[in-house]
Each structure stands twice: as structure tokens, then as C-alpha cells.
């Protein structure tokens, strides 16, 4: 069992900055690869950017790929997404997932077992 508790989002003007923090409890934190994933209106969820346990090889959808950024902080069982150079086609409903690491595979929404109940980011113009 893992719980997920997403936070940090908003209202953000175009070419803003956002952080968001995903809290994950209830398991080992370090034996679970974490992932951000997000959904527009009328859209799929598709995934943002997932993080392994150690930290290494991040993955990052092309469309965010050089804006945003994923962190993870063992210590503090939090996983961050740094938000840069935000644009009105990021806004969507934010959520954090995570896998158990030694299955962890792709960052796909349909390979995390468990998920938070997400955080809206709104973009203006």
C-alpha cells in the first residue's frame, strides 16, 4: 500500500514557474519508481516525467522535455516537478503515481499501480 498527496498547484501566467511535490507514504519510498502524469480537458492522461529509485535516467515527454524538471528527495519521501516556461497547453489536472521499482518499465499511466488525486494547474495568456 502507497499513498500519494499532490500540492502545489495553481493559476500560473504563460512563461511562469510552478513546483509541484508529491508526498508518498505507507511503503519503503525507496523501493518505488515515481512518475507525474497529467490530463487536459477532453484529453488522455499522458505521462509528464517518471524518476527511478536511485534518482537516475529521468524520463521526459517531448513536449516538456528542457522546461521542466523531476527531483526526488529520499530523505523527505517527496518527489518534485519543477515547472518552467510554463505554456496554456500544460494546463491540466496534475497527478503523481508510483510503481515498484523492479518492475518499473515506462512511464505509461497504465503501468503505475498507485495514484494521488491530483493537483490542477491552470495556465493563462
Known amino acids: 500500500e502507497v499513498q500519494l498527496v499532490e500540492s502545489g498547484g495553481g493559476l500560473v501566467q504563460a512563461g511562469g514557474s510552478l513546483r509541484l511535490s508529491c508526498a508518498v507514504s505507507?511503503?519503503?519510498?525507496?523501493?518505488?519508481?515515481i512518475g507525474w502524469f497529467r490530463q487536459a480537458p477532453g484529453k488522455e492522461r499522458e505521462g509528464v516525467s517518471c524518476?527511478?529509485?536511485?534518482?537516475?535516467?529521468?524520463y521526459y515527454a517531448d513536449s516538456v522535455k528542457g522546461r521542466f524538471t523531476i527531483s526526488r528527495d529520499n530523505a523527505k519521501n517527496t518527489v518534485y516537478l519543477q515547472m518552467n516556461s510554463v505554456k496554456p497547453e500544460d494546463t491540466a489536472v496534475y497527478y503523481c503515481a508510483a510503481d515498484w521499482v523492479q518492475t518499473f518499465r515506462t512511464c505509461a499511466p497504465g503501468r503505475m499501480d498507485y495514484w494521488g488525486k491530483g493537483t490542477l494547474v491552470t495556465v493563462s495568456s
Open positions: 524518476i527511478s529509485s536511485s534518482g537516475g535516467r529521468p
Open positions: 505507507g511503503s519503503r519510498f525507496d523501493e518505488y519508481a
